[in-house]
C-alpha cells in the first residue's frame, strides 16, 4: 500500500505566476489535510477536505490559496500570483474514514519563489 | 483553544548522552498527543502517540507519557545516536471533527560522535 504521495517534490515559481500542488491520499483514505511550514516554524494547518467538500478551511489565507479534492484525482492546492512568502514547505496528510483515523504524512512539496 | 509549547533549541548532545525534549499543551476536552520526527529534507514520521491520559507512547528507545496534571509531554531517550540527529516536533489532535494537528514549533536535535 504506498504512502501519501505529493508532486512535484520540489517547485520553483516567479513572483506572479500560479502554483499547484498534488496530493494522493492513501488507498482507502478519504479525508485530506494541508499544512504549511514556514523556514524555522511548525507545521501549520490549512485546510480539511473530503471528498468534493472542504470541512474546514480556517487556517487558509483568505487570498490566493485555494484547495480542491474532487471525486476523482488528486487534491490539489493552487495558490495563485505568488509571493515570496509563500516559499515553504507544503505537506499533504491523509485519513481513513472515521473520527479516530491515524493521520499520515507525505514528504512534502518545496515551493521556492523567486 | 489548542497549543503546543515546545522546548526551543537548537539541541546538541554527544552520543550516549540523555536526551529530554520538553512539551506542554493547552488543549481543550481530551486530546491525542504525537511526537512527530522529520529527517532533512523528509516530510513527517510519527515517532509515537499516546491517546489518553498516563499512557506511555514508546518506540525506538524515545519514551514519552501524558502527563494531564501537568499538561506535557516530554520526550525522552537513554542513549542517543548520531542517527537521531533531527527535528522532533510535539503535536497535539483534538477530538473534535476534523482532527486537525496541532504542532510546536520543532527541536532541532544534533548528536555528535
Known amino acids: 500500500n504506498a504512502g501519501v504521495m505529493q508532486n512535484p517534490r520540489h517547485l520553483v515559481r516567479r513572483r506572479g505566476q500560479e502554483a499547484r500542488l498534488r496530493c494522493s491520499p492513501m488507498?482507502?483514505?478519504?479525508?485530506v489535510y494541508w499544512y504549511r511550514q514556514l523556514p524555522e516554524e511548525g507545521l501549520k494547518f490549512m485546510v480539511y477536505?473530503?471528498?468534493?467538500?472542504?470541512?474546514?478551511e480556517s487556517g487558509m489565507p483568505k487570498e490566493r490559496f485555494s484547495a480542491e479534492f474532487p471525486k476523482e484525482g488528486p487534491s490539489i492546492l493552487r495558490i495563485q500570483q505568488v509571493v515570496r512568502g509563500d516559499s515553504a514547505a507544503y505537506f499533504c496528510?491523509?485519513?481513513?474514514?472515521?473520527?479516530?483515523?491515524?493521520?499520515?504524512f507525505g514528504p512534502g512539496t518545496r515551493l521556492t519563489v523567486t | 483553544g489548542n497549543s503546543v509549547t515546545q522546548m526551543e533549541g537548537p539541541v546538541t548532545l554527544s552520543e550516549e548522552a540523555f536526551l529530554t525534549i520538553n512539551c506542554t499543551y493547552t488543549?481543550?476536552?481530551?486530546?491525542?498527543l504525537f511526537w512527530y520526527v522529520q529527517y532533512p529534507g523528509e516530510g513527517l514520521q510519527l515517532l509515537l502517540k499516546?491517546?489518553?491520559?498516563?499512557d506511555k507512547g514508546s518506540n525506538k528507545g524515545f519514551e514519552a507519557t501524558y502527563r494531564k496534571e501537568t499538561t506535557s509531554f516530554h520526550l525522552e531517550k537513554g542513549s542517543v545516536q548520531v542517527s537521531d540527529s533531527a527535528v522532533y516536533f510535539c503535536?497535539?489532535?483534538?477530538?473534535?471533527?476534523?482532527?486537525?494537528?496541532?504542532f510546536g514549533t520543532g527541536t532541532s536535535l544534533t548528536v555528535i560522535p
Open positions: 488543549a481543550t476536552g481530551y486530546p491525542s
Open positions: 499516546a491517546t489518553k491520559a498516563d
Open positions: 488507498k482507502g483514505h478519504s479525508h
Open positions: 503535536a497535539l489532535r483534538g477530538r473534535s471533527i476534523g482532527n486537525q494537528f496541532y
Open positions: 496528510a491523509s485519513s481513513p474514514p472515521g473520527q479516530g483515523g491515524e493521520q499520515y
Open positions: 477536505l473530503q471528498k468534493e467538500n472542504i470541512i474546514d
